[in-house]
T-cell receptor
């Protein structure tokens, strides 16, 4: 099946710094990518929908200035957590939709810990 | 917004037993999906259902898309230790640009050898 990668797999940063997470579709082109957030023992909550070449669409309650999303190419979307705080600590997962198929493929996730 | 109710929240079973879990929704979906997530990993698709009433199998897994389009169940037969993990249902409206997934809260499965 299609492969989606995320980098880094885990990151620890100090409060106030910004962290960039990359999501790449390795063997297909993804016109749409999705960013999710997952707290321990909780479900995946959609944060935003990222469309190549256009602005991301954020879900209600998600601060777009806090979570910057850039989908610059058909294989790469980035999520930047700006001025991170301990409450931003979470598991961030991306998925990518192969435009030829009606299926989303998930990345392995990025564990963010903000001290 | 749409919400999915997934049950049970957790299950503890013996190896070899069958398992059943289900999801219900307050509104309809056009696609139902079942995923498995291992600790520290992203979800992996198990079964996708595209048509109301559809019954689909994938090895020991069987899932059905409810006729009302507001529910789905997943059965696992003859469970084995590697079935351990969190199982999520997800609904999708689809069509046009609406490919967002709404996830259930998950079912934590523990299999005792």
């Amino acid at each position: 099946g299609a492969v989606v990668s995320q980098h880094p797999s885990r990151v620890i940063c100090k409060s106030g710094t910004s962290v960039k997470i990359e999501c790449r579709s390795l063997d297909f082109q993804a016109t749409t990518m999705f960013w999710y957030r997952q707290f321990p023992k909780k479900s995946l909550m959609l944060m935003a929908t990222s469309n190549e070449g256009s602005k991301a669409t954020y879900e209600q309650g998600v601060e777009k200035d806090k979570f910057l999303i850039n989908h610059a190419s058909l294989t790469l979307s980035t999520l930047t957590v700006t001025s991170a705080h301990p409450e931003d600590s979470s598991f961030y997962i991306c998925s990518a939709r192969d435009f030829r198929e009606d299926e989303q493929f998930f990345g392995p996730g990025t564990r963010l810990t903000v001290l | 917004g749409q919400q999915l109710n997934q049950s049970p929240q957790s299950m503890f079973i013996q190896e070899g037993e069958d398992v059943s879990m289900n999801c219900t929704s307050s509104s309809i979906f056009n696609t139902w999906l079942w995923y498995k997530q291992d600790p520290g990993e992203g979800p992996v698709l198990l079964i996708a259902l595209y048509k109301a009433g559809e019954l689909t199998s994938n090895g020991r897994l069987t899932a059905q898309f409810g006729i009302t389009r507001k529910d789905s169940f997943l059965n696992i037969s003859a469970s084995i230790p590697s079935d351990v993990g969190i199982y999520f249902c997800a609904g999708q409206l689809g069509g046009g640009s609406n490919y967002k997934l709404t996830f259930g809260k998950g079912t934590l499965l523990t299999v005792n050898p």
